[in-house]
C-alpha cells in the first residue's frame, strides 16, 4: 500500500455545532479527575482572593476550570 492511497489519519471529529472545537467541557475531559495543575491552583488562588472567597484546595483539574471560569465572570477577568 502506497503512501498516496491511504486515507489520512485523523483524530476527534468535530461534533456539529460546535463553536469552538478547541474548547472541550471539562467534564470530558480525560485527565480531568486529576489534581489540579499549579497553574491553576496559582491562577485560582489569585481569583479567589480578589473575589473574597475560599475555595477548597483538593479540587480537580476539571473542577478548578469551572471555578476559574465562574470566578473570571465575577471578577470581570472573563475572556469571553
Not at 455545532?17 to 467534564?27: L, M, Q, R, V, Y
Request: aromatic share 2%; net charge negative.
Amino acid at each position: 500500500m502506497s503512501d498516496t492511497s491511504r486515507e489520512e489519519e485523523t483524530l476527534g471529529a468535530v461534533r456539529e455545532g460546535d463553536s469552538n472545537p478547541a474548547e472541550k467541557d471539562p467534564s470530558d475531559w480525560v485527565t480531568g479527575d486529576e489534581p489540579m495543575t499549579a497553574p491553576q491552583r496559582s491562577y485560582l488562588d489569585t481569583l479567589a482572593r480578589e473575589a473574597g472567597e475560599e475555595i477548597p484546595a483538593d479540587l480537580t483539574k476539571a473542577e478548578a476550570s469551572e471555578q476559574i471560569d465562574r470566578l473570571q465572570n465575577e471578577t470581570g477577568r472573563s475572556t469571553e
